[in-house]
C-alpha cells in the first residue's frame, strides 16, 4: 500500500515565516531586508493608532500599506492595541473588525490573520475569532521548536528575534528528515531592531534563510491557508485520483513521487511532477 504525505508547494517539507507587530516606521528597514532576500512575513497592524502622536513611537503613514507591504501579508493587531482579556467581548469585536475594515480599505482584499495585543486572549475570545472572519492569531512567547501550531488560535512561534535567532536557523538549515513537516517562526517588533542596535542579527539570518533552496517562504495567513486546503484533499482508495476541493495547487507526496493536485478532481497517471 502507498504512503500518502502533505507537502508544502514545490513537494518541500520546510516552512519560514515572521510575524512583526506594531506598524512602526522600523518596518520599511525589516521590509527592505525580507525582499532582498525573498522572504515572506506578517504585519500586524492597528488601525487607530495611525498618525496618533506618542513619544518616541513613530508609524507608517496607512497611505504606505498597499506598497509597503506588498508580496507580504497584512493582518490585524486590533484597532487601538488594548488588553482584550479586560475588555467586554462586543468591544473586542469591535477592535478586531474597525481593524479589518480599516485595513482592507487598502488591501482591498480579505484582512483575516491576528496577534493578540499584548498577547492577551482568553477562552471566549478564541471562540469569538472565526465568527470576525478570523483564522488564526499569533501568542507571545515561544516554543524554541519546528512543530506545527495545533490550535490556530493559539499560535506560538519558534522563537522572538532575540532569542537565539542564528542558532536555531543553522539548525532549521540542517533538518533533513522529509517524513516531517517543519515551520519556523520569528517574531518580534522591528523598532526592537533599532532599540537594541542588532539589526546584524536579521541580516545574517535573512541571508542564510535566503539560501536555503528547500525552504518554502510564506506570510501566516498563505501558511494557514495551504495547510488547510491540503488537508481537504481527498484520495480514492487505489490512490489513482484525488479531489483538491480548494482554490490552490496542493502538493502530495505518493510514496516517492510528488504530485501537484490543481483545484478539481485529480488522476495521478497525469499529476506526477518529481521523484523526491
Ligand atoms: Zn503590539
Redesign the pocket.
Known sequence: MSQFYICYPEGKFKALTFSY??GRIEDRRLVEIFNRNGLKATF?L?SGLFGVPRPGEERIDPTEISTLYQGHEVAC?TYT?PTIERCPLDKVALEVLEDRKFLESYTHAPVQGL?Y??GSYTAEIKKLLPALGIEYSRVVGSSHNFGLPKDWYQWQATCHHNQRLMEHGVEFSKLFKSQYLYLMYVWG?SFEFTRDNNWAVLEEFADLMGQQQDVWFCTNIEFKKYMTAAHQVIFTMDGTAALNPSAYDIWMRVDQTVHCLKPGLNDLSQTAQKEN
Open positions: 507587530d506594531d500586524h492597528n493587531h492595541h496577534s495585543p499584548n517588533h
